[in-house]
């Protein structure tokens, strides 16, 4: 993946893959062709790879209103009031889900610390059978 110093990768990533969901909810196979690019060349981009500026340009003309400075550096001054609500109500919804799978991760890690100390309190002969 290419690295550009005071880019943020991880956040254009995330913008592309937002911009994929919102636009349609398509996979990536079905995005691609839909812009009518291979799909590996898609794929590149949301693993970070820079989508050129005809790429770019294909998806404003497809997409009237998506802006270039929201898909490559994240500024919403340009984009459509349509596109803004919707970018903002699938942001929400990420950091939600985000937020909901660290509790899951939380209370998982919580259960296995229990399980453990219970299986150490078994006498040894119990632990035995319970193999």
Known sequence: ??????FDTKAYQRRLILLR????????TDFAARLGI??????NYERGYPIPRETAFV????????????IWFGAIGNLSEHYRKRIETA????RDREAAEREVAKAQSRLADVA????????PARMARAR
């Open 1 to 6: 993946m290419l690295k550009i110093d005071g």
């Open 21 to 28: 969901e919102i636009i349609s909810g398509e996979n990536q």
């Open 38 to 43: 291979p799909m590996k060349r898609w794929s």
């Open 59 to 70: 998806i404003m003309n497809k997409f009237p209103g998506m802006s270039v400075e929201w």
């Open 91 to 94: 942001e929400k919804y990420l």
């Open 116 to 123: 453990k100390k219970k299986a150490r309190a078994l006498p």
